[in-house]
C-alpha cells in the first residue's frame, strides 16, 4: 500500500522547520517504510483557506513523457487526481479515455469536472477511464485496451470514493466496459458501489440502447453547467449498462451498425 498525505503543519518556531524533513525520513526508514518522494512547500504566515492549498497525483507509464516521440505502449495514463480540502467528500468520474493532463496541467474537461466537483462542495477528484490509452479525438477500437495496473486504481477509486460519476460516452460503452468485463470483475465492483454511483445523463445511440453521457460532450449545446444536478444510477440501469454477457451485447451492436 502507498500513501500519499496533504496537508500543513504550524511550527511555533522557524527553528523547528530546519532538521523537521531529515527526522521524518529517519522515523520512516526506522519504521522498515519506504520513502519514494518528499516534497515541502513554505508558506505564508497567513490564514490560507484549504482550498489554496491544492495536491494533484497523476499515474502515467513508466515510460511515458509528454513528447511526441513516446512510444505508443507507453502512451498511458492509469490515474488523475486533485485535492483541495481533505475535510470534505471525494468525487470519482469514470470517462471513457485519457488525455495528457498531469499533476500540475488540465484540460477543458479536466478544469470543467474540478469546478464541477467544487461547486457540489467535494473536496477532491479522481479520473478513471475505461482505457489508459492517451487519445485527444478520434478513438476507435484499437484505442482500447486492459492493463492491470489500470484495474487497481478503478478499484482504488470507486472504492475510496462518496460519489462517482459514470461518463464514459458512447464509445466507452461500446467499446470499454466490454473489454474491462471480459477481463475483471468490473460488473461486481459496480454493484457492490451501487449506492455512490450517478450521472449527468443517459443517451441512447444505434450503437448502444443505453450509455452514460460524458461530462463535457463535444457540441456546445449538449454541455452541462457547473451546478447541473446529478442522476442517480438504479438497479435497472446498471443492468442494461452492465449487461450479464457482454458478447452477446457487442454481437447485436454489430447487427445494428452493419446489418449483419
Request: charged content about 20%; glycine content about 6%; hydrophobic content about 35%.
Amino acid at each position: 500500500m502507498q500513501l500519499i498525505f496533504n496537508g500543513s503543519i504550524q511550527f511555533s518556531s522557524d527553528d523547528l522547520n530546519l532538521n523537521f524533513q531529515e527526522q521524518l525520513e529517519k522515523w520512516i526508514v526506522g519504521n522498515g517504510w519506504e520513502l519514494n518522494s518528499f516534497l515541502s512547500t513554505e508558506l505564508p504566515n497567513a490564514t490560507i483557506a484549504p482550498i489554496q492549498v491544492g495536491m494533484g497525483t497523476a499515474i502515467f507509464h513508466p515510460g511515458y513523457k509528454a513528447k511526441r516521440d513516446c512510444q505508443n505502449e507507453a502512451k498511458k495514463r492509469f490515474f488523475l487526481s486533485r485535492v483541495w480540502d481533505n475535510s470534505l467528500p471525494t468525487l470519482t468520474i469514470f470517462m471513457m479515455n485519457p488525455s495528457s493532463a498531469d499533476e500540475l496541467s488540465g484540460d477543458t474537461t479536466v478544469e470543467f469536472v474540478i469546478s464541477f466537483a467544487k461547486n457540489h462542495n467535494f473536496g477532491s477528484l479522481s479520473i478513471i477511464n475505461t482505457s489508459p490509452i492517451i487519445k485527444g479525438s478520434d478513438t476507435t477500437q484499437n484505442h482500447f485496451e486492459v492493463d492491470d495496473e489500470q484495474w487497481k486504481l478503478i478499484e482504488y477509486a470507486i472504492k475510496k470514493a462518496d460519489s462517482v460519476v459514470l461518463g464514459w460516452g458512447e464509445k466507452g460503452q461500446r467499446f470499454g466496459i466490454p473489454l474491462l468485463m471480459e477481463n475483471y470483475p468490473l460488473k461486481e465492483l459496480l454493484f457492490q458501489n451501487l449506492s455512490k454511483l450517478k450521472v449527468f445523463d443517459f443517451g441512447k445511440s444505434n450503437y448502444c440502447e443505453l450509455y452514460p453521457k460524458h461530462p463535457r460532450p463535444k457540441l456546445v449545446h449538449q454541455r452541462f453547467s457547473v451546478d447541473h444536478q446529478l442522476k442517480n444510477v438504479t438497479e435497472d440501469d446498471l443492468m442494461n449498462l452492465i449487461p450479464s454477457n457482454p458478447e452477446t451485447k457487442r454481437e447485436k451492436q454489430f447487427t445494428i451498425s452493419y446489418g449483419v
